[in-house]
């Protein structure tokens, strides 16, 4: 089963791949203007469950250091301009996306 994750910054969603196929969609919230998330193709590198602080359940971390996909202890933030360029979700959806990806996980962020 090859997984890929895509990330629309202007959709503010997050798209779990199942050989190409869509198979799940999350509301995430992304980079602000001043520190908006990097664009391009990384991939999942790292796993840490409750990192503390404001990366709530899960911080999994892209091969551009410094970024990653973790929850957060803001839920409201959720579907905004909010971080300063990781990609924030629901700590229920993080926890569920990372007990399906693997690390190596594409993972594909552009901005449409």
Same mark, same amino acid.
């Given at each position: 089963?090859?997984?890929?994750?895509?990330?629309?910054?202007?959709?503010?969603? +997050?798209?779990?791949?199942?050989? &190409?196929?869509?198979?799940?969609?999350? $509301?995430?919230?992304? %980079?602000?203007?001043? @520190?908006?998330?990097?664009?391009?193709?990384?991939?999942?590198?790292?796993?840490?469950?409750?990192?503390?602080?404001?990366?709530?359940?899960?911080?999994?971390? +892209?091969?551009?250091?410094?970024? &990653?996909?973790?929850?957060?202890?803001? $839920?409201?933030?959720? %579907?905004?301009?909010? @971080?300063?360029?990781?990609?924030?979700?629901?700590?229920?959806?993080?926890?569920?996306?990372?007990?399906?990806?693997?690390?190596?996980?594409?993972?594909?962020?552009?901005?449409?």
């Amino acid at each position: 089963m090859a997984f890929s994750i895509v990330i629309s910054i202007s959709n503010r969603r +997050l798209v779990l791949l199942k050989e &190409g196929q869509p198979v799940k969609s999350y $509301p995430v919230g992304v %980079g602000r203007s001043g @520190s908006p998330s990097p664009t391009g193709t990384f991939y999942i590198a790292n796993k840490r469950p409750n990192p503390g602080g404001p990366y709530g359940a899960m911080w999994m971390g +892209l091969s551009i250091p410094g970024y &990653g996909i973790h929850g957060t202890n803001n $839920p409201a933030s959720i %579907g905004g301009y909010v @971080s300063k360029g990781c990609i924030r979700m629901y700590n229920k959806d993080v926890l569920e996306l990372a007990r399906i990806v693997p690390i190596g996980t594409p993972v594909i962020i552009r901005t449409y």
